[in-house]
């Protein structure tokens, strides 16, 4: 449907494609292009995306915790919960 899309005639547009299915590799790299819009070659590790949200959400869990590492009770509570508030919290939109 893409190559006919652009103008391929119908049964060139189906002999092309069952060429193209007929390689997997090849197959994902045209069907990740055409159809997503995105280039293999530029998208990262798929390791270094996981590692990257591990520690970005781990890092975040961690900043309501800070502040009871330097003190106790009350003023640990505020602090953490001034670390954690929304800064549009209580807007209206």
């Known amino acids: 449907m893409i190559y006919a899309a652009r103008g391929m ?3 060139d547009a189906h002999g092309l494609a069952r060429r193209t299915i007929a390689n997997p590799e090849l197959a994902l790299d045209t069907l990740a292009r055409e159809e997503l819009g995105l280039n ?3 998208l990262g590790s798929p390791w270094g995306a996981a590692l990257s949200s591990f520690f970005s959400f781990g890092g975040r869990r961690l900043v309501p915790l800070a502040p009871f590492l330097f ?3 009350e003023g640990a ?3 953490a919960v001034a670390l954690t508030r929304s800064p549009c ?3 209206a939109r």
């Open 71 to 73: 003190a106790r009770g």
């Open 40 to 42: 293999p070659e530029n």
């Open 89 to 91: 919290s209580g807007s």
């Open 9 to 11: 005639s119908v049964s």
């Open 77 to 79: 509570l505020v602090a």
